[in-house]
Structure formats: structure tokens, C-alpha cells
């Protein structure tokens, strides 16, 4: 599932996105229900908009069809039913995100109290070191103003653990897993934390073989799943990258150095930084490599 792809966008930002990002990686992609928006940009890029009735007449040829995120409308039932009619694969945007993430290493954070920040440290770590990789995620990383990117030639992919709790499919095998947070809200979906858990344990057990959990160790439940996990994952905890403060000025402090921030710090971005420094460490950047870029990381400043 590569090419000439239909996306029902109706009611979500990030399909849009995607098909953005879809185009601009060579593919050929209609899309409908576009955010506003985002519709000038997406016809500059090429993509094709419209409902999958029109980019049909136009004369496009359309082999797979993407059905929205939860929310949709009449609209998206209308254009999946004419897809039906003309016996077009109608699949889930979870097989259309496990398509772009296919033969990458998956990096899925779950940090529910702070979207995407320790994917950001990573994304900017490894920039860098002048190595790409993309993303895909539901809000903005920070310091970014894409919440998608794909290219040919990344070998790495950070994906928005909330995306397996928007997506019918559950069936993402992550290379490394990272549980930083817990935040359950009630909703239709996830009625009980009970629930909301189960995504996440579910998730850790569908790591790839010999694949890596870094886990904060003061969340209980998470202690418990590290303990339980398969033979072949390895297991890391993490907690608050050790520090000392003076005054607002944070320093982080090392066997042999300390290191001045140039932004104000807390317990939950000490353990943040922790996890990332973790993950790229088995991305291959050395710890020496991940200071140089974390003590001045302005993007950190907006918390």
C-alpha cells in the first residue's frame, strides 16, 4: 500500500498532514475532507482534492482508499459506501501508518503529561548528528511545526504513542518502547483506567523480538510489566537525570562534569531528558554527543 491512495480526511488535522507528506515523498494522493487550511498548501504539493467521486471522474487512478480517525461524518460514510460500490480496498489508517513505518525502527513514546518531548530531544539529537528520521504524530513535537515527515531514505521513525489509542488497530510493533507517563481521561473509548492500561500493556507486549522498553521505574504498573516482560526485550529503567540546583540555574551533573541548562528545569523534564538520552544511546549517539545538544536546547524553554 504505496501509491495512488484515496485519504477520507473528514474531521482530522493529521490525515490531512499525512497526505501532505505522502505527496511530498512522490507518491501520488487525493484527499477529501481536508482542514481548510491546509488546502492551498496541499494543492501547491500536488495532492489532488477532492471526494473520491471527483478525483475518480478526473480520470485519477485510485487503488486503495484510507478511512478517517475516529470522528468521521455523513460525508466519509457517503465516499467509503461509492468505494464499496466500485470494490475498492477500503482499510483502517492504522494499516496505512503501519505501511510508513514498515522496515524503520519504531521509536513509540507513551508521555501523556507531556506529548512528544522526549521525541523531540531525539528528533533534534539526531539532527545533530545530521541523521534524519520521521515522524509521525498527532500533535506537535516542540520546536517543530510538522506533525508529519517521511522520506525513502530514514532508517528511523518516531511515532505519537497516542496514536494507538486513536487507531482501531493495535498491532504497532515498536523496536523501542518508551512509558514515561500515565494520564487517563474518561471517555467512550477507554471508560476505566482499566482500560486505558491495557492499550499500553498491550503495546508492550507486542514490542518486536529483541526489541527495548525504557520505562520510568516510579510508575508502579510499569515496574510490573518491565518484570514480566519476554526473554529476548531488554528492560531499562530510568528516573530524574541526576542534578543540583542554583537558584533557577539547573545544572546536570555527571561521574566526572556537571553541565549548566540554558533553560529552567523540573523533576518531569530531568526525567524526560533521561529517557532520551537512553534511546539515543541505542540509536548509536553517544552520551557525549546527546550533552552537547541538551544543554543549550532552546526548544525546551516552552514547556
Request: aromatic letters at 8%; proline letters at 3%.
Amino acid at each position: 500500500m504505496t501509491d495512488n491512495i484515496h485519504i477520507i480526511a473528514y474531521g482530522d488535522d493529521l490525515l490531512s498532514r499525512v497526505a501532505y507528506a505522502m505527496q511530498e515523498k512522490g507518491l501520488n494522493v487525493s484527499c477529501s475532507g481536508c482542514t481548510p487550511e491546509l488546502v492551498p498548501m496541499l494543492e501547491q504539493k500536488g495532492v489532488l482534492v477532492g471526494t473520491l467521486q471527483q478525483v475518480i471522474a478526473s480520470g485519477r487512478t485510485v487503488n486503495y482508499v484510507v478511512s478517517a480517525l475516529a470522528g468521521g461524518s455523513r460525508h466519509a460514510d457517503v465516499e467509503t459506501e461509492y468505494a464499496d460500490a466500485l470494490h475498492l480496498p477500503v482499510v483502517p489508517v492504522s494499516d496505512l501508518f503501519t505501511s510508513l513505518t514498515e522496515n524503520k525502527a519504531l521509536v513509540v513514546e507513551c508521555n501523556s503529561r507531556f506529548p512528544n518531548r522526549i521525541l523531540s530531544i531525539i528528533w533534534y539529537t539526531l539532527q545533530s548528528q545530521k541523521r534524519n528520521c520521521d515522524y509521525l504524530t498527532e500533535t506537535f513535537m516542540q520546536g517543530l511545526n510538522r506533525k508529519v515527515a517521511l522520506s525513502e531514505n530514514t532508517r528511523i521513525c518516531l511515532l505519537d504513542g497516542d496514536l494507538l489509542l486513536h487507531t482501531e488497530s493495535r498491532n504497532y510493533k515498536s523496536n523501542i518502547l518508551v512509558l514515561s507517563s500515565l494520564l487517563w481521561k474518561e471517555s467512550p473509548q477507554y471508560p476505566t483506567f482499566e482500560s486505558y492500561l491495557e492499550v499500553w500493556h498491550k503495546a508492550v507486549n507486542s514490542i518486536d523480538r529483541n526489541g527495548i522498553l525504557i520505562y520510568n521505574q516510579a510508575v508502579t504498573v510499569f515496574q510490573e510489566w518491565a518484570e514480566n516482560v519476554r526473554e529476548d526485550i531488554t528492560a531499562i529503567p530510568f528516573k530524574a537525570h541526576p542534578y543540583r540546583k542554583e537558584g533557577d540555574i539547573c545544572f546536570l551533573t555527571g561521574a566526572k562534569t556537571e553541565m549548566e541548562l540554558s533553560y529552567p528545569c523540573d523533576e518531569e523534564l530531568l526525567c524526560d531528558i533521561n529517557a532520551a538520552r537512553l534511546v539515543c544511546r541505542q540509536l548509536g549517539v553517544a552520551d557525549k554527543s546527546f550533552y552537547q545538544m541538551i544543554v543549550s536546547a532552546d526548544f525546551l524553554k516552552n514547556k
